[in-house]
């Protein structure tokens, strides 16, 4: 079976490497080099921030993502050279107004790994000596990771470059889908070259909505930019990962931190701006007032597919027997991107799924009239 898949971010590339593991010959497809889009920009924390502030159907693909990020590392990084990185950094929140949330999330939703405890100040202290002195409680989270994205990108692409049943055609945009007979004949490039595969997966993130008109749907997706800056400390100066008013700083082990984020409808711009940076550099010094000591090595922009409620579409295009959808993971697709890559193979391919696929479907999309 020969699968074709439209975009190479982390949603992409885990498709392929789903279906290139079971013995499909796989074809992917960016408009630009793999990795470059939204899945390189974000923090990658290993969860969703605030989980109990989502929907549970993102928080019951997102809980997968650590284990599944695990065992993928263990078996690609002998063989690129490249780690992905999980480190077990623990997150403190410092907003009052989820602490009695997050202590009861574990529990009450059955995922130990957000098992949670209130700190006061001595014990603050020792977990991280960092902090401002104006947190007199946290709520501490050990067992959340994060993970280094552009080196598990850079595995990812690695592996399936050498892998002898994918091919990769970046810089390669797809603007066509040759539709007959409620069946995808063909994807053609914006060059008029055309390539077929018996299904095509379409993992565009946040340029998914150009499917619109061709599918006669309206697809609910659309760019929201998340601006970052990094600052660079000793190895391990930052114990754990720090979260503040949907604020959040998140420490390498090399000494980076990566700090963020804002929420913007800026098209699909990607520029920076001063207020916008201040803003987050205002709330990162508000929570490590420490950090001010160090320099600011990079600032850049990220675009999340945006969609209703954070909830992916994944699954089959409605009306088309071989065209499937895998996009708008929203903040969540580094964390979701294991399980969703792992049911929509396992849709397709007519296995038993890991979770209901059901409340994912690309049936929420609305027709449009013709």
């Not at 949603?11 to 279906?19: D, H, Q, R, V």
């Not at 055609?169 to 053609?188: A, T």
């Not at 709330?283 to 600032?299: D, G, H, Q, S, Y």
């Amino acid at each position: 079976m020969h699968i074709a898949v439209v975009g190479a971010g982390i949603i992409g590339l885990m498709t392929a490497l789903e279906f290139a593991e079971q013995g499909c010959e796989v074809t992917i497809f960016d408009q630009q080099q793999a990795g470059q889009a939204a899945s390189w920009a974000g923090g990658g924390i290993l969860s969703p921030m605030y989980p109990w502030r989502y929907a549970p159907e993102v928080n019951q693909l997102a809980q997968y993502g650590k284990p599944l990020y695990q065992t993928w590392n263990e078996k690609l990084a002998p063989i690129t050279g490249v780690d992905f990185q999980i480190h077990e950094s623990g997150m403190l929140i410092f907003d009052e107004q989820d602490f009695q949330s997050g202590l009861n999330y574990a529990v009450e939703q059955h995922e130990p790994m957000q098992t949670c405890e209130l700190l006061n100040r001595a014990e603050l202290e020792m977990v991280n000596p960092h902090l401002s002195t104006q947190f007199k409680q946290a709520i501490y989270f050990p067992q959340l990771s994060n993970i280094r994205n552009p080196q598990l990108l850079q595995s990812l692409i690695i592996y399936l470059k050498q892998h002898p049943l994918v091919n990769f055609f970046e810089n390669c945009p797809i603007e066509k889908l040759i539709i007959q007979n409620q069946k995808v004949q063909g994807i053609e490039t914006s060059n008029g070259q055309q390539f077929f595969a018996d299904h095509v997966v379409l993992c565009s993130g946040a340029w998914s909505q150009q499917w619109a008109g061709q599918l006669l749907r309206k697809i609910q997706v659309h760019p929201v930019q998340g601006q970052m800056l990094l600052f660079k400390t000793p190895e391990n100066w930052l114990p754990t990962m720090c979260m503040n008013r949907v604020m959040y700083l998140i420490p390498r082990q090399d000494g980076h931190i990566v700090c963020g984020s804002s929420m913007t409808d800026s098209g699909f711009s990607t520029d920076i701006d001063d207020q916008t940076q201040q803003d987050i550099l205002t709330a990162c010094l508000e929570m490590v007032p420490e950090l001010a000591r160090f320099p600011i090595v990079k600032r850049w922009a990220g675009l999340r597919p945006s969609s209703p409620h954070g909830i992916p579409y994944i699954g089959q295009i409605p009306e088309i027997e071989n065209l499937w959808a895998n996009f708008g993971h929203f903040r969540n697709g580094l964390c979701m991107a294991p399980a969703s890559a792992q049911i929509l193979r396992q849709m397709l391919l007519a296995q038993p799924t890991i979770i209901d696929s059901t409340p994912y479907s690309p049936d929420r999309f609305p027709k449009l009239s013709k």
